[in-house]
């Protein structure tokens, strides 16, 4: 997955416009009146196999907290609501869900979960990305991706992937 150009990026945590790096030269454009320009990231639901282990993992590496859970046996899910600095994410655990690699073993010619369409990942913007790199390192965590610069949108991030797969960014501004 590393080197490949992603072309969707969810910028969630405490951005309330659509940051410029999603938007090439001719695209700046003054954004139409409406509804929605005021609406700020709030949260994310992802699908994972077990919430509860997956929501130990994400408060163990990345300090998020559980604000609540839900069991809803009559819809088959369990659900673990997280928090960040404002920002929520949802682990959803569905029955019978199917993981990537099983998919991969019904459907051969899709080898790269990158094909598949829906999520991509979760982008956080953060103060400083070596230092989490180090303090993922410390604990075991491999990254997707090691710190990387990125002149063009002026920025460094790096990336990991969670117990299920989902893929996290986390970048800096750059002066």
Known sequence: ?????????????GITSVPARTQS?????APPVSAV?????????????????????YQQKLH?????????????????FLDLNGFSLELIQFAGAMSFEVVKKRVP?????????????????????????????RDGTKLLMEPTEDREFHDRFLMLQDPDGNVLQFFQKLK
């Open 1 to 13: 997955m590393t080197g490949k150009l992603w072309t969707v990026i969810v910028v969630l945590a």
């Open 25 to 29: 030269a001719d695209m700046r454009v």
């Open 37 to 57: 320009a005021s609406a700020k990231a709030y949260w994310a639901g992802i699908s994972v196999a077990d919430a509860k282990a997956s929501a130990k993992w």
């Open 64 to 80: 998020f907290y559980i604000y609540k859970t839900m069991d809803l046996p009559e819809h088959h899910l369990k659900i673990v």
């Open 109 to 137: 010619e899709l080898t790269d979960r990158d094909r598949l369409l829906g999520f991509v990942k979760l982008g956080f913007q953060i103060a400083e990305v070596d230092a989490l790199a180090a303090e993922l390192k």
